[in-house]
Structures are given as structure tokens and as C-alpha cells.
């Protein structure tokens, strides 16, 4: 039997990582605390914004929760699904962005999402979404490795084959058309994911979330104190330019919150501080500015990396 969706259920979670979430990363900067800002949205909803900037470790980190609903799905949410145009809605989740001072520390984003929609005289349709991907500056293998280990424990208990199709989405999905080339070291990423079964739809979207600071809070802890110069740090900021392009061009989530009428500053909370274009930019063969897209933005398999 079916069950019917407990949009409570995902609220409560979702807030409740929100703030464990908070609370290990200002634990792993040691310096800063993450300030809270409510909002409200006019057309309904409203959410939570914790930001955290100047820290140790993060020059300026966001994660945000929003509940917002509206009674017409917005374009980028029926473009797959024209039955469900003209019918209310409700969509929350949490998301964030963590940019890093020390270009040794990989910047990194998760999210997870769940929407539900109810057509007129039928009944609700949901489905959640998420996932998280690494986008380092200098790499190393080993975190690679343990990023991409532990994204496949996340989904392991749903499934042998999901870790390697949400692999293989992430990769396609952070990818640069207009720079062909891959946003990072790719992760997880899912969509529309609906089996019947919301219980074990929920529980996999909770796995996934409660897995990112598993994932990432070892490689901040192993990189944050790497010494760098400014030649490291303007690399740095030369590629944050790439995650710009990627958010401003591509991403679905910015796309949805804009035309859903969102909170500008919540949507845009993911940009960087500081970032740099330079026309024409070359590498120099063989350094370790080139090894990043030589070597780690390749869409490698880095579970058979492991194994090799």
C-alpha cells in the first residue's frame, strides 16, 4: 500500500540538518558561528538562511532552508511533468555552499529537496531530489577517494547499481558545456526520484543528507592547515569563476528560485566572495594548477582508483 506523503516529517528533518550540519562545520572552522536570517516570501512559505563568513576555515559558507508553495508549478518544475501545470505546490530542502579561504580545502555543495504537487480533483505527486559534489583546486586522491566512498555507503542500503547511476548523473549534470569540461570530482546526484514507496524514498534522501559532513568534514580537517602563497590563492579565485558560470548558467535549483519569485539572497548565497576572469588564461604544462584538469576533472571512476 501507498503511503500518503508526511510533508511534517520532511520539514522536521530537513531543519534538524540544517543544524547539525551548522553545528559541525563551525566546529571545523573554530573561528567563526554561523548567523541566522528568517525570511519570508510573499506568495507563500518562507525559510532559514545561516551564513558563515571570515572564518578560519571559510571565507563564506551558506546553508539554507526553505519551505516555499504557490498555487502555479513554475516552468522549470513542468517542463518533464505538463500534467501537473497550473497546480499547487510545496517545495523544501536544504542547500548549501561552503567556499574555503586555503585553496588546499575543495569548495563543496550539497542539497536535498522534496517537492509535492497536488492537480485539481487528483491526487498528490512528490518527489525528492539531492546529492553533493566536491569541486577542488589542488586534489588529492585520497580525498577523492574517501568523498566518493562515502557517498556509495550513503547509497548502498537502496540499492547495488544507485551509487553508480547517481555517480554517473552527477557527472553529466556539474559538467561545463561551454568549457567542456566537468565542474569537480562530481558525487551524487538524483532527481525526480519516486518509487511508490515514500518511507524508503525518504530514508534515502536522509542518507544521502546525513552522509555530506561524513564526507567532507575529514578533508577539511586534513587540509585546513596547508600552507599556501598567492599564486595558489589567484588559481583559486581563477576557478571559483567556473562555479559562477555553472550556477548562473546551468543550475536548476538557482532556475527554480528565481522563477518561483525565491529570495534573491538566499538563491545567490552560493556565489563565492571573491572571484577572478582572466582572458585567455594557459597553464603551464606539468604544474599543479594543470593536474587539476588533467587528472582530477577527468569523470574518473575513483572507486576503481582505489581498487588500482
Known amino acids: 500500500m501507498t503511503q500518503q506523503p508526511d510533508v511534517e516529517a520532511v520539514k522536521h528533518y530537513l531543519l534538524g540538518l540544517q543544524e547539525t550540519t551548522c553545528q559541525r562545520l563551525a566546529a571545523a572552522d573554530g573561528e567563526a558561528r554561523f548567523k541566522t536570517d528568517a525570511w519570508d516570501r510573499p506568495e507563500g512559505g518562507g525559510g532559514k538562511s545561516r551564513v558563515i563568513s571570515n572564518g578560519g576555515v571559510f571565507e563564506k559558507g551558506g546553508v539554507n532552508f526553505s519551505h516555499v508553495m504557490g498555487e502555479t508549478m513554475p516552468a522549470s518544475a513542468t517542463a518533464h511533468r505538463p500534467h501537473l501545470a497550473g497546480a499547487p505546490w510545496q ?4 542547500s548549501l555552499v561552503m567556499h574555503p579561504h ?4 575543495p569548495t563543496s555543495h550539497a542539497n ?8 485539481k480533483g487528483g491526487k498528490p505527486v512528490y518527489w525528492f531530489g539531492g546529492g553533493y559534489d566536491l569541486t577542488p583546486y589542488y586534489g588529492f586522491d585520497e580525498d577523492c577517494v574517501h568523498w566518493h566512498r562515502t557517498a556509495k555507503a550513503a547509497c548502498d542500503p537502496f540499492g547495488d547499481t544507485l551509487y553508480k547511476q547517481f555517480k554517473d548523473w552527477c557527472d553529466d549534470y556539474f559538467y561545463l558545456k561551454h568549457r567542456d569540461e566537468p565542474r569537480g570530482v562530481g558525487g551524487l546526484f538524483f532527481d525526480d526520484h519516486n518509487t511508490g514507496d515514500f518511507e524508503r524514498d525518504f530514508a534515502l534522501m536522509r542518507s544521502v543528507g546525513d552522509s555530506y559532513i561524513e564526507a567532507y568534514e575529514p578533508i577539511v580537517q586534513a587540509r585546513k592547515n596547508s600552507p599556501y602563497s598567492d599564486p595558489h590563492r589567484q ?3 581563477y576557478r571559483r569563476g567556473r562555479y559562477v558560470e555553472f550556477n548562473l548558467v546551468y543550475d536548476r535549483g538557482t532556475l527554480f528560485g528565481l522563477q518561483s519569485g525565491g529570495r534573491t539572497e538566499s538563491i545567490l548565497m552560493s556565489l563565492p566572495p571573491l572571484v577572478r576572469w582572466e582572458y585567455n588564461y594557459t597553464l603551464e604544462p606539468g604544474s599543479a594548477e594543470a593536474r587539476l584538469t588533467e587528472h582530477f576533472l577527468t569523470g574518473r ?8
Open 112 to 119: 536535498v529537496r522534496f517537492f509535492i504537487a497536488t492537480p
Open 91 to 94: 517545495a523544501m530542502g536544504v
Open 102 to 105: 586555503n585553496p588546499f580545502v
Open 235 to 237: 588559481f583559486q579565485l
Open 301 to 308: 571512476d575513483w572507486l576503481e582508483t582505489q581498487n588500482g
